[in-house]
């Protein structure tokens, strides 16, 4: 039950698109289309982004995005604001019926 | 609207027991999957448990296999984590999340609701 890999920050200015990517494995990522994304800001609980590799929850914007290839999934985030900066995790069912989540990328906006 | 109220945490010796619970309301709760995560001081997210909306089916990460049992009482619309024989590493605030669904053919489902939170601190 490792974790996902995840870049440890990305930056980027407002307005601009950022990707995060999430890399498993056959057993986890590649394997099914069970990849969400979560959104915590400081002292906060996680808010779900992102399910089902690109589905987005109702009341999420439109400027989330996500996809996969193969092991890796990603994340994109376009037309950077300032409220998007926090901490996001991937997460994803595995072949061993748990659920594993990424290391978390820390989002700065400049 | 959707609320999920974790109470339970606290200071706990080494090898020591506490038992939290999640109380919900605003949705069908016997409809969902539930799932415990937590996140130790400064670390990322780990998840602990999840339980199927009968509660017939339970799943745990390993490294809490064996020690933490989830289980839930639909009739009081409450999620438990009972933690026994706890270790120092497993301090962190513990969440409770709902599932987005129910839990087909025993796959846990992202978590689109989650408590504030409840922080667990085992130590001497």
């Known amino acids: 039950q490792s974790a996902l890999t995840q870049p440890a920050s990305v930056s980027g200015s407002p307005g601009q698109s950022i990707t995060i990517s999430c890399t498993g494995t056959?057993?986890?990522?590649?394997?099914?289309?069970?990849v969400s994304w979560y959104q915590q800001h400081p002292g906060k609980a996680p808010k779900l982004m992102i399910y089902?590799?690109?589905k987005r929850p109702s009341g999420v914007s439109n400027r989330f995005s996500g996809s996969k290839s193969g092991n890796t999934a990603s994340l994109t985030i376009s037309g950077l604001q300032a409220e998007d900066e926090a901490d996001y995790y991937c997460?994803?069912?595995?072949?061993?019926?748990?659920?594993?989540f990424g290391t978390g990328t820390k989002v700065t906006v400049l | 609207e959707v609320q999920l109220v974790e109470s339970g945490g606290g200071l706990v010796q080494p090898g020591g027991s506490l038992r939290l619970s999640c109380a919900a309301s605003?949705?069908?709760?016997?409809?969902?999957?539930m799932s415990w995560v937590r996140q130790a001081p400064g670390k990322g997210l780990e998840w602990v448990s999840a339980?199927?909306?009968?509660?017939?089916?339970?799943y745990y990460a390993d490294s809490v296999k064996g020690r933490f049992t989830i289980s839930r009482d639909n009739s009081k619309n409450t999620l438990y984590l009972q933690m026994n024989s706890l270790r120092a590493e497993d301090t962190a605030v513990y969440y409770c999340?709902?599932?987005?669904?129910?839990?087909?053919?025993?796959?846990?489902?992202?978590?689109?609701?989650w408590g504030q939170g409840t922080l667990v601190t085992v130590s001497s």
């Open positions: 089902d590799v690109s």
């Open positions: 999340a709902k599932g987005r669904i129910t839990m087909v053919r025993g796959v846990i489902p992202s978590l689109d609701y």
């Open positions: 997460s994803s069912y595995t072949s061993s019926s748990t659920y594993v």
């Open positions: 339980i199927s909306g009968s509660g017939g089916s339970t």
């Open positions: 605003g949705f069908t709760f016997s409809s969902y999957a």
């Open positions: 056959s057993s986890d990522v590649g394997g099914y289309n069970y």
